[in-house]
């Protein structure tokens, strides 16, 4: 066998080999692993690919890739079981902004300068600092900001209005391809989604995306984006049609000078006030 073959399948096996040791070191984002477990990562790399231009021979090899593999693992496992192994070795939340007021000796022993500072306040929406009461750098390097109450977002929550809950998406069409799985996890069918795009004037093949809701509505992609899609307003409609509905009824109830029929108008206007309080989360969103 040649030089040539054998670096080839060596590297065939290691990439395998290291797959699995980068699996059995836990799925992470790689913008938020502790600065240890980068290393260990970079050093399994450079190992690997020593051994496989024959630089470090496979048993010494074998032994440095086993190390840098268990000792995260192991020191992860410290981490979960014991509060006080945690800190030491990911370290401890550091508190940059306290009461809207910047800890200048919290950011010195972060080595971070306020420029930094104020990059990663952008970056969580943060642009001004008076509406920013605390802040706290996590272990992984990121800083999440906790605004003041008068400069949070409103929430339905605090409007004290009723919210309909909310599921992903479903990608039902992708690449002009209809994806029959996601349909039925949805209770629809293939009928169904071609129905709604004869609605709309486009073919299947056209379709770039096409994604349903939790409420039923189907969002389409084009491939052509020169082509302007109608939005579909059938809940807004039949919303409207509700509220023409009441305001019949309270115009029957003005004109009429019958004392039943009165009465039915205002007792029915207000089913229809009731009906439209429980439809609105559903129909207006």
């Keep these: 066998m040649n030089e040539l073959t054998q ?152 409007l004290e209005k009723m919210s309909v809950p909310q599921a992903e998406p479903q990608t039902v069409v992708l690449d002009g391809n209809m994806l029959e799985e996601p349909l039925a996890s949805l209770g629809l069918n293939p009928q169904w989604l071609s129905t709604e795009l004869d ?9 770039f995306l096409g994604q349903v809701d939790s409420s039923g509505d189907l969002y389409v992609d084009l491939f052509d984006d020169a082509v302007e899609l109608p939005q579909p307003k059938v809940k807004e409609m039949l919303y409207a049609a509700f509220e023409k509905a009441q305001a019949d009824l309270l115009t029957f109830n003005l004109q009429t000078e019958d004392k039943n029929a009165k009465e039915m108008y205002s007792k029915n206007y207000q089913v229809l006030e009731d009906l439209l309080n429980k439809l609105r989360p559903y129909l207006l969103h």
Excluded: C
């Design 7 to 158: 670096i080839i399948s060596k590297s065939i096996a290691l990439f395998f080999l290291v797959w699995a040791a980068v699996r059995l070191m836990g799925k992470r984002n790689m913008s938020q692993i502790n600065p240890f477990s980068f290393i260990s990562y970079i050093v399994i790399a450079i190992v690997a690919t020593l051994m496989s231009i024959n630089l470090i021979n496979l048993s010494t090899g074998f032994i440095t890739l086993l190390v840098w593999a268990a000792f995260p693992i192991a020191l992860d496992y410290l981490s979960i079981k014991s509060r006080l192994m945690h800190q030491l070795i990911n370290g401890k939340e550091a508190v940059l902004i306290k009461h809207g007021k910047i800890m200048e000796e919290n950011l010195m022993r972060v080595r971070m300068t306020g420029e930094d500072l104020l990059a990663q306040l952008r970056s969580k929406n943060a642009f001004n600092m008076a509406d920013v009461e605390f802040a706290v750098m996590e272990t992984n390097g990121t800083i999440n900001p906790y605004f003041k109450s008068d400069k949070k977002p409103v929430t339905m929550h605090d």
């Design 199 to 207: 609605k709309m004037g486009v073919s299947l093949e056209n379709v």
